[in-house]
């Protein structure tokens, strides 16, 4: 299965998203977006959207055309030949474990495209904090 494959199909993560709610929890709204490498540096392309509300998320398609029309708060830039890791992942619902580990390796990059104010008045920061992204730092 390519990456591609894997981000243009909502329905894959939709059950994932559900039992890890508790990652969303303290998202009052907001839109993470998950792209391929190759998409981003040469956009257009598939994209794939957390679209949070009150804590729920709920897994959407979308156009990816570049950094400023993303409209996302977060973007994970995934590495190309990460499908086989996240479909399983995704079978076994502990996307957040793949995730962490995947960012912690540099396979996958988060970008924060809202500032810290903006996201911490959203509700991100479990978030991040779950994602081993040490989103405060030690001079909060």
Partial sequence: MHLSALLINPFAWQAALDGEERFFAQIKEGKIGLVGKQTCA??????LVWEVVLGKARAVSARFRGWQAAGVELLLVLEDNLASDLHEA???????????KMIRLG???LFLLKTRDDLLALGFEDFLEA??????????
């Fill in 42 to 47: 040469t956009p257009p392309g598939e994209m």
């Fill in 107 to 109: 396979r996958i990059n």
């Fill in 131 to 140: 994602l081993g992204v040490p989103f405060l730092g030690t001079c909060h």
């Fill in 90 to 100: 995704l079978a076994g619902k502990s996307i957040f474990a793949t995730f962490k």
